[in-house]
C-alpha cells in the first residue's frame, strides 16, 4: 500500500497534539477535588459508566485518525510485468571417442572435463531451448531441443564412451545431425557448439557437405578444440582374474584439426576455441554465454486502486458514534 498525498499524514502530530493537550486540561479541571468532597468519593463505588466516560472522545480522535488517512489517498498497487522472450535454440554435439579419456584436464579426463562445463553453461541459461547430440564414429541425439534442463543435465551425467558404436571421429555427421535437429526452428538465433578433440576421419556425410547444410539454415556454429596435441596416454580398463577392474594406459597421437574448426565457424558467423585445460574450456564457454544473450523485454504495468474510501467511511462512523455517545448515554450529568 502507498500513500499516494503523504503530506496529509502531518496532520496525525497536530491531532496527537490535541488529545495530549485535551488530558492534561481535562486533569488540571478534575484532578483537585476538597478533601471533604475526596472523603465521599471514596465511599461511593465506581461504575460501569465512570470507566467509559472518556469513551467518546477517544472515537471521535478514531474517526479524525481515519479522515486523515483519508485525506493521504492510501492506495493498493497490483503490478505486473509482461516479459517478451527471444530464446535462442542451441544444439551441443560433444565428442565421445575413446581419445576423450586422456586425463589431461581436470576433474578427471577430457570428457568429464567437458560435461562439467556444459552443465554449468546450461544452469546460466533462461529460457532457450537445448539438445545434445554426441558422436564418435558416427551420431546419435541424446536430447533433442528442450527447456528441460533437469532431463537434459540428467542425460548429460549418463553420457560416457561407448564400445557399441562405431569408432573415430566424424565430425560432418555429427555436424549434419545437430543442424537437421534445428531445420524447423522458428527461434532467430540457432546455434551448435560443436566440441571435439580430434579431426575428421570417418562418415558418411564430410564436413564440407554439413557445412554448406548449416550456411543454408543460417546456423552459427561455435567450434572448441579440446586437449592438447602430441604424444598421450590412452586409459584402457580390463579385469584381472579376480575380477577386478586394472587401468593401464595405451600410447596415442592426439590432435585437433584446426583448419578445420576455424573454418566451420568462420564461415557461419560463429567462432572458435582452443581449450587445453579446465580453465580455459570454461571461458570459452563464458564467452559463448556472453555472445549469444538471450533477449528479454520487460513492460511493466502498475495498477492502483483508491483505497480512501473505507479510511473515510469508518472515520465518520467512529466520530458520530462518539458524539451519539457524548450526547446520550455517556453525557455528564446524566
Known sequence: MIWQ?????????????????HVIRRKQRYGALPLST?????????????????????????????????????QKTDEKIQRNVEGIDIMMALDISHSMLIEDMKPENRLESAKKTIREFIEKRISDRIGLVVFSGESYTRVPLTLDYKILKQNLKEVETSTNIKMGTAIGVALGN???RLNESTAKSRVVILLTDGENNTGLIDPQTALKIAKGYGVRIYT???????????????????GRKVKR??????KVNVDLLEQLAKETGGKFYRATNTNSLEG????????????IEENKYTKYTELFYSF???????????????????????
Do not use: C, M, N
Request: glycine content about 6%.
Open 38 to 74: 475526596l472523603s465521599i468519593a471514596k465511599e461511593v463505588s465506581r461504575s460501569p459508566r465512570t470507566y467509559l466516560k472518556s469513551l467518546p472522545e477517544i472515537l471521535k480522535y478514531i474517526g479524525l485518525i481515519l479522515a486523515v488517512l483519508a485525506l493521504a489517498r492510501p
Open 312 to 334: 473515510l467511511f469508518w472515520g465518520f462512523i467512529f466520530y458520530i458514534l462518539g458524539i451519539f455517545l457524548q450526547t446520550t448515554i455517556l453525557r455528564r450529568g446524566v
Open 284 to 295: 570459452v564457454f563464458t564467452d559463448i554465454d556472453q555472445l549469444e544473450k538471450t533477449k
Open 224 to 242: 572448441i578444440g579440446v586437449g592438447r596435441d602430441g604424444q598421450a596416454q590412452l586409459p584402457i580398463y580390463s579385469t584381472d582374474v579376480f
Open 5 to 21: 498525498s503523504w503530506w496529509f499524514l502531518s496532520f496525525l502530530v497536530f491531532l496527537l497534539a490535541a488529545a495530549i493537550l
Open 249 to 254: 594406459y595405451q600410447p596415442i597421437h592426439s
Open 178 to 180: 545437430a543442424v537437421s
